[in-house]
């Protein structure tokens, strides 16, 4: 049979009783559309329920499936012990999906869970589905540090395995909204949390997956979303198929968002391969960037693409103008993928004998030593977003007033330490983010005795 049923839920604790006491009042439109789809799952008798979980075990560059015949789990975290469940795990399914990974080098797979206790995340949805129906296995799954492409790409492989199975299987993918919707929440208010939430219901609404892509990771963050991840897997379990949407519930009273909907596959629809078409889409900007790239950026480029396929330093090439080769200065070269960060080096004051040699160096650097990523494979080049940042010398400031987050970097030094941001990053907007972020990469303290220096830069994309 494969995915009959998706649903989008949120997992706050206080909407159980016993850990609310009274509290879960405040959301009962929420309550009432999750008891709804607890009466739509107990119809559709699925054989199994896949769970993705913004708290299970969760990895930068992996995703987790939990392993073993069962788990257990309570809510004594949330002053609730006597709320226990235990569930049987679908290990058939569980191996199938992690051989297939295995089998195509998918970073997914059963490494590294030591306690087998669920989290909260999967425990709310199963509170409410289990009180109508409990002859099913459930598939618990992590999130990962990876772009939105790629769970996406995760839901697909979620998809194969369901369908090679035979399997009934009804996807849950559980998170919140935005944690920043008031002011008297736990979490404050930021102007992005409500356009989050009015986007993603939205989006979600509509079945209008392809759009989930469109959300700027800094956005996300700025939103303090919970479940984006896990509503793309969800996408992607459903790709190529007509999809009834239908949308139960929204509530932000609590000053955290809470959204419910349900997805409804029909049938095949060719037009709904929304990974292809990303991908597409990217392939033909990417291509459209280059051709306008200057020579500073196809000299990285050249540099990183010859790197990691060949293993080898390249020369300074013929076209390089001029002034890349009278020149000495910093430079750092950074590397996008699908417009998350994948790498980026350089250097704040010269230490080659020329600019093109600066920029070849820093290059092969930000695709091989950034110790945040692993090395860029060569499948992954046609996809690199590549810019350069010249940087002038450095000069001592007496004071931060003195900086300006979209004109200058900064450097702070404490005695050997050194912490640099470059100027003008999505999501720094004040100055006190600029040099607490720089603090933070140099590992230096709050409180410290810090030096400051601010330099400018000419930006090459």
Known sequence: MGVVAAFMVPHPPMIVPAVGHGSEKQVEKTIESYERVADEIAKLKPETIIISS????????????????????????FGAPQVKFEVKYDAEFVNLLANKAMG??????????????????TMVPLWFITKKYTDFKLVRTGLSGFDLLKH???????????????RRVV?????DLSHKLQSYGPYGFAEEGPVYDER?????????????????????????????????????ALDGLDVEAKQYSHEDVTGVGYGICSFMPLGPDDDRHFLEKRLE????????????SDAYVKLARASAEKYVRERKVLE??????????DTKAGAFVSVHKFGSLRGCIGTILSTRKNLAEEIIRNAISAVSQDNRFDPVEVDELKWLDINVDVLSEPERIESEEQLDVKRYGVIVRSGYKQGLLLPDLEGVDTVEQQISIAMRKGGITPGSNIDLYRFEVVRHY
């Open 171 to 175: 996807y849950v993918a559980s998170g």
């Open 152 to 166: 996406y790409e995760y839901g697909m492989m979620i998809k194969e395995a369901a369908s090679e199975l035979d």
């Open 104 to 121: 195509t080098g998918f970073p997914a797979g059963c490494l590294g869970e030591k306690k087998r206790e669920l989290d909260h995340g």
């Open 200 to 236: 993603i219901m939205d989006v979600c609404s509509r079945a209008a997956f392809g759009e989930l892509f469109d959300f700027d990771e800094n956005f996300c963050n700025k939103a303090a979303e919970c479940g984006h991840k896990s509503f793309v897997i969800m996408a992607g």
């Open 316 to 325: 300074v090439p013929d076209w390089v103008p001029k002034e890349m080769l």
């Open 54 to 77: 913004p708290h299970s075990v969760m990895y930068s560059d992996y995703f987790h499936i939990s392993p073993g015949v069962k788990a257990t789990g309570s809510f004594a975290e």
């Open 281 to 292: 889409a990217e392939d033909k900007l990417l291509k459209e960037k280059q051709e306008k």
